[in-house]
């Protein structure tokens, strides 16, 4: 069974751009959740979807966001850049129902 | 308070247990977790244990928890170079609101 797949696996931009990372969750799981992961801290709560829908959200600002698609990859947008946003993205599922999270690699975003 | 503490940093001898330490904030968490993340790689789930449970062992991991002091620990046996990573518990306390600690840095000396 294929576990949870994230790319790019890296990631350069520079400030005030765009950057858009992608999620595949384990087949059959309908919840993906979003992690900040900076260097030498924790993991940060971004954002957590289920069905589609945006169920719960971390303490980040709006310029953090994403969405769900109807086979339940996800995106996580991050729009303006800065550099303090340069950090290790993680992306987990879980099927409905349960709270057990399975991890992807992560994608490292840099910027300049 | 909101965190869940862990120490930093663990060092230990290949071949000895190595015990891992954290401390919880929510009596009402309904499952506890730790997570193995190996260098530039994502968190792999290693084990975790229900709410009202004092023990689980999976081969060499053994996991106990004391829900009146709030304290959740992961004894490796027989620590191996492989063992070496970040160690992560993590909380859940409902409605997927799952919280992680900072991370115990393990390092096994050969």
């Known amino acids: 069974e294929a576990g949870v797949t994230q790319s790019p696996t890296h990631l350069i931009k520079t400030r005030g751009q765009q950057a858009t990372l992608r999620c595949s969750p384990i087949?059959?799981?309908?919840?993906v959740y979003w992690y900040q992961q900076a260097l030498g801290l924790g993991l940060q709560f971004l954002l957590w979807?289920?069905?589609?829908?945006?169920?719960n959200r971390g303490n980040f600002p709006p310029r953090f966001s994403g969405r769900q698609f109807p086979n339940y990859s996800s995106e996580l947008n991050v729009n303006a850049l800065e550099l303090e946003d340069s950090a290790l993205y993680l992306c987990?599922?879980?099927?409905?129902?349960?709270?057990?999270?399975?991890f992807g690699p992560g994608t490292r975003l840099t910027v300049l | 308070g909101e965190d869940v503490e862990q120490s930093l940093f663990l060092s230990v001898r290949e071949g000895d247990s190595s015990v891992i330490n954290c401390t919880y904030t929510?009596?009402?968490?309904?499952?506890l977790y730790w997570y193995k993340q190996e260098p530039g790689a994502g968190l792999q789930l290693l084990t975790y244990?229900?709410?009202?449970?004092d023990m689980k062992q999976d081969q060499r991991l053994t996991v106990l928890l004391n829900k009146k002091d709030k304290h959740l620990s992961l004894r490796i046996a027989d620590t191996q170079t492989g063992d070496s990573a970040i160690y992560f518990c993590?909380?859940?306390?409902?409605?997927?609101?799952?919280?992680f600690g900072t991370g115990t840095k393990l390092q096994v000396i050969p």
């Open positions: 987990a599922s879980s099927p409905s129902g349960t709270d057990t999270q399975y």
């Open positions: 087949s059959g799981h309908t919840s």
């Open positions: 979807y289920d069905e589609g829908e945006e169920r």
């Open positions: 929510d009596s009402s968490s309904t499952y």
């Open positions: 244990i229900f709410s009202n449970m």
């Open positions: 993590a909380e859940n306390r409902g409605y997927q609101k799952v919280t």
